[in-house]
């Protein structure tokens, strides 16, 4: 690019130097180390246009719009979307942290939406829809910020996969669209805030699904969409890796990229199966992952999706793992790597289901924990712990679940990877595990699951 900041005549600093001084605030969000192509497999994405080292920033950005999740939302103040406290927006009704929270003032946080929520205020908390909020600010955003709106607009949806016959059209049609238009949109001025048809919302809902990237702060997942990383494509084995901090993404390489490789980020989740990962994508990105991880038994070594052979030979266990033997091929045959026993795909699917259900209660059940160690008040229904002090999370018991897991899973298969990260959380924090009682032994336990 041509520089605007030449260093004086006669000057003994090299210009470059003084342009990237003088001209830095400006040339910084532009010299990025990557550039846009387009192919008809992929779309739009980016390659490295240089080698860039691990670790290296390859950019910032403010996320385009970002909120709480669509599947399965977490509740969240929605002036800074950090676990609620008792507090209600004195206008809407909705949970927040506290009446000082600056983000309820700020126009680019709640201010705006507050004004439509507060057509139909909440009375009570467990019907806070939070599903709503991210396609709700991403509609908002047609006349308060059209430059934002046009990102939005050029994002793919697949809408064309996402017709009135689908499953994710009905159950987004129920849940997001009707609801907003029949409790809060229908009851604007005509224009207010632009196109409030069912189509735009169903368009927004789809831009979410295909591109928003999810992000954790502090204990709440979130989605964002963001104006760059949505154009990186996907693998399950990505070279970048991001971190969310004061609203603003910084992406970084997370091994060394050589000049003219694709960029990529991962879509799913990085410790889910290959099955579940490619269904996740298949449902929501409409696509089957082919990268080396997904085509790989083993999972490039890591065991994340293998199961225990429980066959018997000379009345002694096998000590092999059932993989599956063309992991492409979500039909295909799970085969032992030591004994030429063999399982169908539906009754690993039925056995890791039903394993997912137990863990996932745990996971709940850790969330609720979580909030209440912050000290933060569950005073409203929708905030209390369903889970007496029996069904509470304990050490023991979550030890005694990893035992039962791993008679079945690989001790690396990723349902015990959860329930060695809740554990993680709970030495040092329980009744007879702090930090001042806890033993060398359960120390060196946690040190253990730590690596």
Known sequence: MHCRSVAPSGSKQHTQCYHQKHHWPEHKTQCRPFEVRTSPELGRYLVATRD?????????????????????????????????GAARCESCGWPICNPACPGLRDPHCHAIECKILSLSPVTDIKHCRYECILPLRSLLLQKRNPRKWKVIMSMETHID????????????????VSYLINNYLSKLEDGAVGD?????????????????????????????????????????????????????????????IPRGHDITTMYTHMLWTTQARREHLRNTKYFSCQCPRCADPMELGTHMSALRCLAEAEGMPCGGFQYPKAPLDDNCEWCCNKCPMSLSSQDVCHLISCLDVEVESIQLAMYYMGLALTGREMSSASQESPYDDYNQ????????????????????????????????????????????????RALLRKTDMCR
């Open 196 to 256: 409030i048809s069912s189509e735009i919302i169903h368009r927004i809902c789809g831009a979410i699904d295909v591109n928003a990237l999810e992000i954790q702060e502090g204990q709440v997942e979130l989605l964002a969409l963001l104006p760059t990383a949505f154009i990186m494509c996907h693998s399950c084995i990505p070279n970048t890796k991001h971190t969310f901090k004061n609203t603003r993404i910084t992406v970084r390489a997370a091994v060394d």
């Open 52 to 84: 860039v080292a691990a670790g290296e920033v390859l950019y910032e950005e403010a996320p385009t719009v970002v909120g709480p999740k669509i599947v399965e939302p977490s509740p969240v103040c929605l002036g800074c979307l950090r676990p609620p």
């Open 393 to 440: 999370p304990t050490v023991d018991r979550l030890e005694d679940l990893l035992r039962k897991l791993e008679t079945v899973l690989h001790p690396h298969h990723y349902l015990c990877y959860k329930i060695k990260h809740s554990l993680i959380q709970l030495y040092g924090h329980q009744a007879g595990y702090l930090h001042s009682d806890i033993t060398d």
């Open 161 to 176: 996969k996402r017709g009135p016959s689908t499953e994710v059209y009905k159950e987004l049609d129920e849940n997001v």
